[in-house]
Nanobody
Framework: QVQLVESGGGLVQTGGSLRLSCAAS????????MGWYRQAPGKQRDFVAV???????NYAESVKGRFTISRDNAKKTVYLQMNSLKPEDTAVYYC????????WGQGTQVTVSS
């Protein structure tokens, strides 16, 4: 059973920054692809960023150049550095871990005020 715990969400003004963390309780963390989705009120859950077990990254077009995903295999943690935040980034951010199946965290709220 993979358990994921997100932290780092909060309220920030437009143009500000936040760093989300997702700590995983799992063996062989380095074998998992890790990533983030987000869900705004009344909308579907959308892809944000992913980092493979080998360290390759991919981003949604809407966050390219502003968000950076990284991982620390020793700490079994994945991070999402979010800069130049916009009100449209407001959402619940969910971490996931994927190997043979996809496991989700409980989510952390990010609110960007205008």
């Amino acid at each position: 059973q993979v358990q994921l715990v997100e932290s780092g969400g909060g309220l920030v003004q437009t143009g500000g920054s936040l760093r989300l963390s997702c700590a995983a309780s799992v063996t062989m963390f380095n074998m998992y692809g890790m990533g983030w989705y987000r869900q705004a009120p009344g909308k579907q859950r959308d892809f944000v960023a992913v980092i493979s077990s080998g360290g390759s990254t991919n981003y949604a077009e809407s966050v390219k150049g502003r968000f950076t995903i990284s991982r620390d295999n020793a700490k079994k943690t994945v991070y999402l550095q979010m800069n130049s935040l916009k009100p449209e980034d407001t959402a619940v951010y969910y971490c996931y871990a994927r190997r043979f199946q996809t496991n989700w965290g409980q989510g952390t709220q990010v609110t960007v005020s205008s």
